[in-house]
């Protein structure tokens, strides 16, 4: 369960939201500190991209996608896997997808 000032928020046994649609920038601050990570523009980017992507197609982008999401249009270029598992140091499934209140993936790609 996490705690926002404006309610509390289901998780899973592993603090993943149960519900996608509960998720909102203080559900995400409140998550990230849970993973001991201070959200910076570089993670808003990742979590922006990935919520519009789960807004789109109903399901949590694959980190491929968000690899190429840094790489085109963040302008990491070749760099963009390195960046994102320095933006997101436990891994994508772990951190990023946890904190931009995806459920957690069954099994599939990390990058």
Do not use: N
Not at 50 to 75: C, N, P, S, T, W
């Amino acid at each position: 369960m996490i705690t926002t000032e404006s309610a509390q928020i289901p998780t899973d046994d592993e603090g993943y939201l149960i519900d996608p649609a509960d998720w909102d920038e203080s559900v995400a601050l409140k998550l990230a500190e849970a993973e001991q990570l201070t959200l910076e523009e570089g993670h808003w980017r990742v979590i922006r991209f990935m919520r519009g992507y789960y807004a789109e197609h109903r399901i949590a982008a694959d980190a491929r996608f968000v690899i190429r999401h840094l790489a085109k249009e963040g302008g990491e270029g070749r760099d963009a896997k390195r960046v994102l598992f320095r933006l997101f140091p436990y891994g994508y499934v772990k951190q990023a997808c946890k904190i931009a209140g995806m459920k957690r993936p069954r099994a599939w790609s990390t990058g």
